[in-house]
T-cell receptor
Framework: NAGVTQTPKFQVLKTGQSMTLQCAQDMNHNSMYWYRQDPGMGLRLIYYSASEGTTDKGEVPNGYNVSRLNKREFSLRLESAAPSQTSVYFC??????????FGPGTRLTVL | KQEVTQIPAALSVPEGENLVLNCSFTDSAIYNLQWFRQDPGKGLTSLLLIQSSQREQTSGRLNASLDKSSGRSTLYIAASQPGDSATYLCAVGEELQGGSEKLVFGKGTKLTVNP
């Protein structure tokens, strides 16, 4: 039982490049989330998916897109990376309004 | 807009001491409150979840309380150990569309327990 897994663990991009962050959970949870963590800011919600087939914007969605591929997987895409997107990205899942479980994070640097 | 504040930002204590971490929030319309632990360069580990109808939760040496009306929560750690050294995050759950909730996080308290 791996919980929430994320790939890659680390990534360095140049400005303008694109990439997709992958997230999968094996707890059969309906809801999945993407947060970013920046120094001095706390974690902030980027996008979420309340159930398979639905996605909605969170607090800081600009510059990102998401796909809920199936119940297990929720990906985050940066179409044209900017230095302001340098951050640590966390995926989380929960069974509706309940305890959220987090993945190990992806540390992204945009040069 | 919900704001979550954690005091102190950093705390250093000798091993064996009992300690309290504080969390306050501005809007009492929350679903629940969750305490996490984060080790350097790692993800978040859920410690305790308190539903809005509950007053406290306990797990081992940890006890978390919730007072919704005053917008406060405390995390009590008994008999602290060097292995407790980490950053502790408080997060309140707010309703989202579709039956999900968004966690609003504080900036954390960095705890150091000295041998």
């Amino acid at each position: 039982n791996a919980g929430v897994t994320q790939t890659p663990k680390f990534q360095v991009l140049k400005t303008g490049q694109s990439m997709t962050l992958q997230c999968a959970q094996d707890m059969n949870h309906n809801s999945m989330y993407w947060y970013r963590q920046d120094p001095g800011m706390g974690l902030r919600l980027i996008y979420y998916s309340a159930s398979e087939g639905t996605t909605d914007k969170g607090e800081v969605p600009n510059g990102y897109n998401v796909s809920r591929l199936n119940k297990r997987e929720f990906s985050l895409r940066l179409e044209s990376a900017a230095p302001s997107q340098t951050s640590v990205y966390f995926c989380a899942s929960s069974e509706n309004i309940n305890e959220q479980f987090f993945g190990p994070g992806t540390r992204l640097t945009v040069l | 807009k919900q704001e979550v504040t954690q005091i102190p930002a950093a705390l250093s204590v000798p091993e064996g001491e009992n300690l309290v971490l504080n969390c306050s929030f501005t809007d009492s319309a929350i679903y629940n409150l969750q305490w996490f632990r984060q080790d350097p360069g790692k993800g978040l580990t859920s410690l305790l979840l308190i539903q809005s109808s509950q007053r406290e939760q306990t797990s081992g040496r940890l006890n978390a309380s919730l007072d919704k009306s005053s917008g406060r929560s405390t995390l009590y750690i008994a008999a602290s150990q060097p292995g407790d050294s980490a950053t502790y995050l408080c997060a309140v759950g707010e309703e989202l569309q579709g039956g999900s909730e968004k966690l609003v996080f504080g900036k954390g308290t960095k705890l150091t327990v000295n041998p």
